[in-house]
């Protein structure tokens, strides 16, 4: 059984930054890509970030390249998501999930477990 637990969101003006991290435990983390969605009111799960198991290849949604920055420390089992230049679009309660199909990463049937969410409020 894989538990993740998300932590660090919060109400953050435009144009400023957020780290959350998710924090992992029940297998050996670094066999698993992980992952970062966000899910907005009346809005379906849409992906964020991806990054592999040892941290080597990355990927972005084109909405967040340049100012989110998703990384991982394997001894702490644990996965970050950097989220700068943030906007009101940038809003939503935000999860991270374990990965199961690399090639489905971009959607929510590339994972198999998914953490209960933090959320991030953009607003002056």
């Known amino acids: 059984q894989v538990q993740l637990v998300e932590s660090g969101g919060g109400l953050v003006q435009p144009g400023g930054s957020l780290r959350l991290s998710c924090a992992a435990s029940g297998r050996t983390f670094s066999d698993d890509f992980m992952g970062w969605f966000r899910q907005a009111p009346g809005k379906e799960r849409e992906f964020v970030a991806a990054?592999?198991?040892?941290?080597?290849?990355?990927h972005y949604a084109d909405s967040v390249k340049g100012r989110f920055t998703i990384s991982r420390d394997n001894a702490k089992n644990t996965v970050y998501l950097q989220m700068n230049s943030l906007k009101s679009e940038d809003m939503g309660v935000y999860y991270c999930?374990?990965?199961?199909?690399?090639?489905?990463?971009?959607?929510?049937?590339?994972?198999?477990?998914w953490g209960q969410g933090t959320q991030v409020t953009v607003s002056s």
């Open positions: 999930a374990r990965g199961s199909n690399w090639y489905a990463r971009t959607t929510v049937y590339g994972y198999d477990y």
């Open positions: 990054i592999t198991g040892a941290g080597q290849f990355t």
